[in-house]
T-cell receptor, first 113, second 114 residues
Framework: DTGVSQNPRHKITKRGQNVTFRCDPISEHNRLYWYRQTLGQGPEFLTY????????KSRLLSDRFSAERPKGSFSTLEIQRTEQGDSAMYLCASIPGGVETQYFGPGTRLLVL | AQSVAQPEDQVNVAEGNPLTVKCTYS??????LFWYVQYPNRGLQFLLK??????LVKGSYGFEAEFNKSQTSFHLKKPSALVSDSALYFC????????????FGKGTRLHILP
């Protein structure tokens, strides 16, 4: 399957710990997006990359959040000093250049205890 | 500012009946419009999109949606519902400006009753 993959699929952590999620987009998709989805809500934009450049960050993304896409391929999203309010599904999506359809990964569900 | 509204949290339809899931939007200028479906513990799957052209857009699994500019709506429809259509449906909009982001609605849970 050459779709978008995300790892891990589930993460349980204690408040104050750091966590890192990985997203592998569809090969040659140059745009990559991160979203957060909480229960009863649609996905909320966090940040996006065009190739390796991070072009925009949402105000939702506090200083505890950082994202990278070092070689313009896979991306990581790190949350430092996790809080219970960070519990959510974190979704990654990729887009080929010039096309607006987003292809989503299965998501990483984070639970902060 | 861009926004999208899905006025119904849940829609119940008997199997075999037509279904409609409502969506209205607000955006400066012409929109890109999308419908996605989400099954439990899964990411979103693309159903269909409107970019330009014919107002009636056909998508995956027999779904279609009609772009209505005067009513700023993009309702999702299917002539005959299947139990397997039960899922969470999201409408999304973005403007045509390069920096515009895709904004998702809160979602509508569709229950198809056997």
């Amino acid at each position: 399957d050459t779709g978008v993959s995300q790892n891990p699929r589930h993460k349980i952590t204690k408040r104050g710990q750091n966590v890192t999620f990985r997203c592998d987009p569809i090969s040659e998709h140059n745009r990559l997006y991160w979203y957060r989805q909480t229960l009863g809500q649609g996905p909320e934009f966090l940040t996006y990359f065009q190739n390796e450049a991070q072009l925009e960050k949402s105000r939702l993304l506090s200083d505890r959040f950082s994202a990278e896409r070092p070689k313009g391929s896979f991306s990581t999203l790190e949350i430092q000093r996790t809080e219970q309010g960070d519990s959510a599904m974190y979704l990654c999506a990729s887009i080929p250049g010039g096309v607006e359809t987003q292809y989503f990964g299965p998501g990483t569900r984070l639970l902060v205890l | 500012a861009q926004s999208v509204a899905q006025p119904e949290d849940q829609v119940n339809v008997a199997e075999g009946n037509p279904l409609t899931v409502k969506c209205t939007y607000s955006v400066s200028g012409n929109p890109y419009l999308f419908w996605y479906v989400q099954y439990p513990n899964r990411g979103l799957q693309f159903l269909l999109k409107y970019i330009t052209g014919d107002n009636l857009v056909k998508g995956s699994y027999g779904f279609e949606a009609e772009f209505n500019k005067s009513q700023t709506s993009f309702h999702l429809k299917k002539p005959s519902a299947l139990v397997s259509d039960s899922a969470l449906y999201f409408c999304a909009v973005r403007g045509l400006n390069r920096d515009d982001k895709i904004i998702f609605g809160k979602g509508t849970r569709l229950h198809i009753l056997p």
